[in-house]
């Protein structure tokens, strides 16, 4: 049965079945509650560490590469965790895999729904909202994930962050995963806002890199995204390097 959503500028009009959750109903309530506690508490067990800084000119986003089952098993050394939801908007995923690629997929379905209709991009707060949206419709049996949701639109740039349950904010600078304490904490303290993508490129891959020496879940390589007004654009081993030099 589809499900109709709407808010103050936007439609959304999605079912279950195309969500692929048919199995995630009710009944695995117990399943749920086991990984998430009861009450309403979600235990913060997120094997991976991803930061978002909100600058002037754009958006900037790094994160680790390292996939883990538990926090003992490395079980992919390359995941990529910084997706494009369109041209203007990127999202970064901690959390469960599954989860995370049903939801950026619709994402991703929504934001070229919205271009056809309008003719124009879809904003980043309104692809917040129907991220929010779809997490709060769920949240009888919540996804298994945390997202930041970034990018440039015409008015600027913007970075939202969300909880499994739909809850999201605004935020200057944000970090998710298990290795995002140390990644905050580096970010407390070197970053003054506002502040320029350029120069906010090195201080984000050097909160990943503190992440990497502290937490086992956070390792092996690390990338990075730019999202400005002339679109997403992912930095290449190169750059990467002469950053890592340079840090």
Known sequence: M??????????????????????????????????????????????????????RDGVVFASDTRVVQGYYFIAHKKGKKILKIDDYIAATISGGVADAQALVSTLQWEARAYKLERGVNIPVKAAANIASILLSSMRMAPFYIQLMIGGYDRDGASLYVL????????????????????????????????????SAIPIAIKAILAAMQRDTATGNDFEVMVVDSNGCRELGPEEKARYVKLS
């Open 163 to 198: 909880d499994p349950l739909g809850g999201f904010s605004k935020e200057v600078f944000a970090g998710s995963g298990s290795g995002s304490p140390v990644a905050l904490g580096y970010l407390e303290a070197e970053l003054k806002t506002p502040i320029d993508t350029l």
């Open 2 to 55: 589809p499900y109709l959503f709407s808010g103050k500028g936007l439609s959304l009009s999605i079912s279950l079945k195309e969500l692929g959750l048919y199995s995630r109903g009710v009944k695995d309530l117990e399943s749920i509650t086991k990984r998430f506690g009861r009450g309403g508490s979600v235990s913060p067990v997120w094997g991976t560490t991803t930061v978002g800084i909100s600058c």
